[in-house]
T-cell receptor, first 113, second 113 residues
Framework: KAGVTQTPRYLIKTRGQQVTLSCSPISGHRSVSWYQQTPGQGLQFLFEYFSETQRNKGNFPGRFSGRQFSNSRSEMNVSTLELGDSALYLC????????????FGPGTRLTVT | DQQVKQNSPSLSVQEGRISILNCDYTNSMFDYFLWYKKYPAEGPTFLISISSIKDKNEDGRFTVFLNKSAKHLSLHIVPSQPGDSAVYFCAASGDNQGGKLIFGQGTELSVKP
């Protein structure tokens, strides 16, 4: 079974621009979560989607948004990029049930200059 | 407020010996705990998990112990191998977390031949 895929793997953007990252979950997984990893803050939860609905959101500004499609694929968008948005953005998928295991993709490395 | 803490940023162990990675948490509502392993420029890989109704879970060379009264969990790797060298994250979740994993800051394990 194929793992979680994320595109693109690397991205360089300029301050003020916006960016869209894509995530395809493991086949059959209906929940998709997004995390930001930075050296100073570690792995921080952004949001989680299930059945095209955002169920939970982390403590990030409104510039960070996401959505999920009917095939469970998800995108996240960051508008008006700031230098501090430079990070590894990780997507994780999971089955819904009595398991909390999330399976991560390789991440998208975003650099804002 | 760091709800999940890994107080040792690094650990060095000789090949063949036991590696013990520690994690403390503060939120008594957490009822599921996970360990992930991460290599640079890759997403975290799920290793092993434990529910709060258990105090031990074993999978091959990996064993996780949970002490609920102390709000402490540990990951034991026996025997340690050079390929185990990576950053290890503990994470916590629960029914009230809405699909969110809360991660510790990670411990970098180095297994020397």
């Amino acid at each position: 079974k194929a793992g979680v895929t994320q595109t693109p793997r690397y991205l360089i953007k300029t301050r003020g621009q916006q960016v869209t990252l894509s995530c395809s979950p493991i086949s059959g997984h209906r929940s998709v979560s997004w995390y930001q990893q930075t050296p100073g803050q570690g792995l921080q939860f952004l949001f989680e989607y299930f059945s095209e609905t955002q169920r939970n959101k982390g403590n990030f500004p409104g510039r960070f948004s996401g959505r999920q499609f009917s095939n469970s694929r998800s995108e996240m968008n960051v508008s008006t990029l700031e230098l501090g948005d430079s990070a590894l953005y990780l997507c994780a998928s999971s089955l819904i049930g009595n398991s909390y295991e999330q399976y991560f993709g390789p991440g998208t490395r975003l650099t804002v200059t | 407020d760091q709800q999940v803490k890994q107080n040792s940023p690094s650990l060095s162990v000789q090949e063949g010996r036991i590696s013990i990675l520690n994690c403390d948490y503060t939120n008594s509502m957490f009822d599921y705990f996970l360990w992930y392993k991460k290599y640079p420029a890759e997403g975290p890989t799920f290793l092993i998990s434990i529910s709060s109704i258990k105090d031990k879970n074993e999978d091959g060379r990996f064993t996780v112990f949970l002490n609920k009264s102390a709000k402490h969990l540990s990951l034991h790797i026996v025997p340690s191998q050079p390929g185990d060298s990576a950053v290890y994250f503990c994470a916590a979740s629960g029914d009230n977390q809405g699909g969110k994993l809360i991660f510790g800051q990670g411990t970098e394990l180095s297994v020397k031949p």
